[in-house]
């Protein structure tokens, strides 16, 4: 049972009021749930930023570590103990800025981590600043008159790099993101499950997002799934503005590190 993985003394969370990183801890644990993972062998990694707060909620041991280098601890975990199951929250902040060589390399390594990346497109807890994610146009503390510096895709970043399973959800598809986690963490090597979702305190309030609501309807009016995009990519079709495509990218089975090939 997912409550069963709950750290009951540490609720209420102390995320804002409408913060869609409650709902991803509670897909990732149902997801964990699933699997009969023992929480005795079971690890959870996080570094600085929203995210990074969610292993404290969770009843096994975690690392709460340096910005950008929860990959990195994570990698010597496993490596230290290839037993271990190693799950790894991150923001987009914390992964692809501070934390960008960290997680391009351990997809190249393909070690057998997951990674739960929560991308709320801005640093929601250290100053509304612009992140490696913020879309074109939005503004944000250090962005005042909207970024115009072309946003990661952290998808297509990861399966470039090798990533043996690569998925994008929003923190609106709870059912899909739930499956997808569990793919993930079922899938031998590295793993990354990227959830779009919102920030009403720092991110809605600066982009007129002003209640949680209004950034969930526009995920799901502007998340479009993986097949239908491509159809449209294909027959040229201008995409929908601000539109993302969704789905399962990847799912492969290339050699893990530490883990002798058999082929």
């Known amino acids: 049972m997912r409550d069963e993985w709950f750290r009951a003394d540490r609720l209420p969370h102390i995320y804002c009021a409408g913060c869609g990183n409650g709902t991803i801890v509670n897909c990732v644990l149902e997801a964990v749930s699933m699997t009969g993972w023992d929480r005795k062998n079971t690890v959870f990694l996080s570094g600085i930023g929203c995210s990074s707060r969610a292993p404290g909620y969770i009843l096994t041991d975690s690392l709460h570590t340096t910005h950008g280098r929860a990959i990195a601890f994570a990698t010597g975990v496993k490596m230290a103990d290839p037993s271990l199951h190693v799950v790894v929250f991150t923001g987009d902040g914390d992964l692809a800025a501070i934390g960008g060589n960290h997680f391009i390399h351990a997809c190249r390594r393909n070690i057998d981590l997951t990674v739960v990346c929560m ?107 993986k097949d239908k995009w491509e159809s449209m990519e294909k027959s040229g079709q201008d995409m929908p503005a601000d539109s993302f495509p969704v789905g399962e990218f990847v799912r492969r089975a290339r050699p893990v590190m530490g883990v002798p090939d058999e082929a």
């Open 119 to 225: 991308n709320n497109h801005i640093y929601g807890m250290t100053g509304g600043q612009g992140s490696p994610t913020t879309p074109l146009g939005k503004t944000s503390t250090t962005t005042p008159y909207g970024a115009s510096e072309t946003p990661f895709d952290l998808v297509d970043l990861a399966v470039a790099a090798g990533a043996n399973y690569v998925a994008r959800w929003t923190s609106f598809h709870v059912k899909q993101l739930t499956e997808a986690v569990l793919n993930g963490l079922n899938t031998p090597g590295f793993s990354l499950i990227e959830v779009r979702c919102q920030c009403p305190t720092s991110y809605g309030r600066r982009n007129k997002y002003r209640e949680p609501v209004d950034y969930i309807t526009h995920l799901k009016a502007h998340a479009i799934l």
